[in-house]
């Protein structure tokens, strides 16, 4: 390749039919890979290489006949007879599917007329060799003798020689020809079965699709079932923490229980004590009613007798006062067992 140039490049992913089926489609590269054009100015020659790696996955020399065929919007296609392969590219657009398509049928152009001037140098020398020959054949029959009848006899047999080889090389490319031919039309027959391959790769696609919808339609339902689960989860757990706190009360209210329980077995005895202070209170009563009457006939006395009332003033004074607190501390007595009763 020392002589040969780029003149185009890209990148797409390649892919060789399966050489059995000739039907399906075999990955050449494991990712998009760079696919150039190049152009050897030796040979006056095109062709498609591309490597992967350290290994060469595209090298096909372009010829007239080939034929590039877009099989969709970002897929194409070509024949090569010499490998014995159909090549395809993928391609991340439909614009670089549309600039290699244009660039293949430049190049395949460029192709035929350089094997068209070719084939004219071919027709050029294979003429320019008869007419030598025929021009040597009558000057040797012309003179038999001198130094240029040698020398011509001798260019007369490198030319006859060089017109044997020119006609075994004819044979040769028509061989090489038909034979092209023929791998021509065994590729043609495996592109119409590619095309056809296609055509059901679409609808086993369409397929896929409509099965992708489905088990999206299908993920989006579980995930909507989860949401609710965790929401049950949180519910529960809050259920849970809600029984706890309950359950945390409940013991306390049973304690408290308890308590009020220990708290009734000495309601009897507190009866007890109320009813014996209850009749004291009532004896106490008795005795302020009996002070009140003595109270009134102290008064009385008083009254008949204000000598008597000043000598007795000091002790019913005292009197009063004791009284006084006696009274007092029933009352306060009385309160107090009241109170007891209404918190029994």
Aim: net charge negative.
């Amino acid at each position: 390749m020392g002589q040969e140039q780029p003149i185009f490049t890209t990148r797409a992913h390649v892919f060789q039919i399966d050489p059995n089926t000739k039907k399906n489609w075999m990955p050449a590269s494991k990712q998009a890979v760079t696919v150039s054009y190049f152009y050897d100015v030796t040979r006056n020659s095109y062709r498609i290489i591309s490597v992967d790696g350290a290994k060469v996955i595209i090298n096909s020399t372009i010829t007239p006949n080939m034929t590039f065929t877009k099989t969709s919007q970002k897929f194409g296609q070509w024949a090569d007879s010499r490998a014995n392969t159909v090549f395809g590219l993928g391609f991340s657009s439909e614009q670089q599917l549309t600039k290699f398509a244009e660039k293949f049928q430049e190049v395949k152009e460029a192709a035929k007329i350089a094997k068209d001037k070719t084939q004219e140098k071919i027709e050029t020398s294979s003429d320019h060799s008869q007419a030598s020959s025929v021009n040597g054949t009558d000057d040797e029959k012309a003179s038999h003798t001198g130094p240029a009848n040698t020398h011509l006899k001798s260019e007369n047999d490198k030319l006859k020689i060089a017109l044997t080889q020119s006609a075994a090389n004819v044979k040769k490319w028509e061989i090489e020809l038909q034979t092209l031919r023929e791998s021509n039309a065994r590729l043609t027959t495996a592109l119409q079965e590619s095309a056809a391959s296609v055509e059901q790769w679409k609808r086993q696609f369409s397929i896929c699709r409509d099965e992708n919808d489905r088990l999206r339609n299908k993920i989006d339902e579980l995930e909507e079932q989860c949401s609710e689960i965790n929401r049950e989860k949180e519910k529960n757990t809050q259920l849970k923490r809600r029984i706890e706190e309950l359950e945390a009360e409940l013991r306390e209210k049973e304690t408290e229980l308890k308590d009020l329980r220990k708290q009734s077995e000495i309601i009897p005895q507190l009866m007890s004590e109320c009813e014996y202070v209850s009749e004291k209170l009532e004896a106490a009563e008795r005795d302020n009613q009996n002070l009140e009457d003595k109270v009134r006939s102290l008064k009385t006395d008083i009254e008949e007798s204000k000598y008597r009332q000043r000598h007795l003033k000091v002790e019913l004074k005292s009197f009063l006062e004791v009284l006084d607190g006696k009274i007092d501390d029933l009352h306060d007595f009385r309160r107090g067992l009241s109170k007891l009763g209404t918190d029994n």
